[in-house]
Every structure is written in C-alpha cells, then in structure tokens.
C-alpha cells in the first residue's frame, strides 16, 4: 500500500502548480531552487531539472511549487508529473541528502541610477569588503554570483560593493522586462547562502583598485585621495559607482581619475566631472587642481 499520497492543482496560465504531500517530505523553512546545480544534495528536485520545462522549484515541509517554462500548459503534463513524484517517493527516492543550508532571511530592491544601462540592486546584507568589477564570464571565475549574472545574455558587465550589485545590461531590453526576474534571482542566490566570491577579494576588484591600495602617494597625490574617499565615494556610491585615483599631473595640475560600476559610460559622467568633482577639488586644493579627467568615461 502506497505511503505518500499527492494532489496537484494549477490555474490556467499560471506557471507555477502545486504538489501537496500528505505527510512532510522537506523542512519547515521553504528552499528555492533554480537549476540543477542548486539541487545538488536534493535528489528529488534534481529529479524535476530533467524535465525540459522546469525552470525552479520551492519545497517545504508538505508542497513543493513547480515553475514552468512557457513551452508548454500544465494541463498537459500535470496528471503525469503528479504520478513521477509519488511513484519515486513510494519507491524509496531520497528528498534531501545531507547537510541543507539554513536560508538566510533577504531582501532586495531595485534602485535606478543616472545612467540608463545600469540598475542597482541593494541588499539587507553585506557582500563584500571591497569593490570588484566583472566585465566579462571569464574575470568572474572565482566570483560566483557574478558568473551566474554573466548567464543572462542581456548581462553587460556586474560590479559588486559592500551590500549591493549594479548590473550593465546590453540594448537588447528594456529594465522593466528584467528587473523583476533579476532582483529575485540576487535574493535566492544569496538566501541560499551561497558565496559572492570565492577567492581573496582583493584579488577579485579591478586592477585600479588594486594598485591604488599599493602605490606609495606623496603628499598632494595622498591629499587628493583623502578629499575622494571622504566627500566623492559616498555619493557615488549611492548611485551604484566609485571612482579611482589613478594618477596626478603636478606641472599640468591635472588628476586622472577610473569610474566603476554605474559611473562607467554614464552619459552625465563629464557634468559630474566638472560640476561635482573637480570644482570640489579645485575649491579645496586651489594651488595645485586645475582640471579634472575620466580615462574611461
């Protein structure tokens, strides 16, 4: 006689169905998956993946929440995926194996920036230490939230600060169709407790970044750092950017400054430039800054 016992229901056009259990097959708090990967100590779930038109499921302790592709309508296979999961349970098939990680409760929002490319994405939680900038799949090795980003073709470039990602998405589509889709994927990611990155941070952010903290500056070059980090980074940041020193002219009076992240071929990059960072410069440097310029924006 049959232990397990399932029930499925879906509205019409809904891409999501529903698979209650009669007894309690996963763990009171709700664990999200979204590709096979995720799934690696639940065999079950993993079972789902091989269908071609699962795209994530949800467990909890007596449902499990099938989320389809569009490739097809839930009444089609509903019955027949209904039966695969209570055969398999009532063969003895594993649901969990191992340890689960406990999700970690977050949150995320949606912030616009100036710059129409680029989307910011904050966190309940911080991420990393440092910033990192990821302009293509292969920089994002050692960077797993960033490799995973770069899957998504419209996903341009992803830089990473404290507790939030701003993404560079590609022409292709318009912010409001991805958004959405982009926020709640962050939020699992994390949840899950996976690692933003996996290598040293330091090693991760971009080579500015790196040689900024190394170089040895002498007085005016550090008096120039000390004004950015202080009354620019924090306002730039905010919009989902940084700037880096990269380097001063003394008989040109010019500073040379990298933009990151959403500050990176923003189209008011050079109003921020000259009427934000360089009169601040000049104004609290007046002997010594004259100019002010972007050496990739």
Request: contains cysteine.
């Amino acid at each position: 006689m049959s232990s397990y016992q399932i029930t499925a229901h879906s509205e019409k056009g809904n891409v999501w169905a529903q698979f209650e259990i009669n007894t309690s097959i996963g763990t009171q708090k709700t664990l999200t998956y979204n590709s096979i990967e995720d799934a690696k100590e639940a065999p079950l779930i993993q079972q789902l993946f091989y269908l071609p038109f699962v795209k994530s499921v949800r467990l909890s302790e007596k449902t499990l929440e099938v989320e389809r592709f569009d490739i097809l309508e839930w009444e089609d296979v509903l019955e027949e995926v209904r039966l695969q999961l209570e055969n398999y349970l009532n063969e003895g098939g594993i649901v969990l194996t191992g340890q689960v990680k406990d999700k970690i409760p977050v949150s995320i929002y949606a912030e616009s920036t100036p710059n129409p490319a680029v989307m910011k994405f904050v966190a309940n939680k911080f991420l990393v230490t440092t910033t990192c900038e990821f302009k293509t799949l292969e920089s994002a090795a050692q960077a797993p939230l960033a490799k995973e980003l770069f899957r998504f073709p419209f996903v341009k470039e992803v830089f990473i600060d404290a507790n939030y990602v701003s993404i560079s998405k590609t022409d292709a589509l318009e912010w409001n169709v991805v958004v959405q889709e982009l926020r709640e994927f962050i939020r699992s990611f994390l949840e899950a407790g996976n690692d933003v990155v996996t290598a040293v941070e330091t090693q991760l952010s971009g080579a500015a970044v790196k040689e900024e903290k190394e170089r040895n500056y002498n007085e005016t070059e550090k008096e120039i750092v000390a004004i950015l980090d202080e009354y620019i980074k924090p306002a730039v940041a905010s919009d989902g950017g940084n700037i880096v020193f990269d380097s001063y002219d003394a008989h040109e009076k010019t500073v040379k400054v990298i933009l990151q992240g959403a500050c990176s071929g923003c189209p008011s990059s050079t109003f921020t430039l000259k009427s934000g960072i360089e009169n601040m410069l000049r104004e609290m440097m007046p002997e010594k800054v004259a100019l002010v310029e972007a050496i990739n924006g």
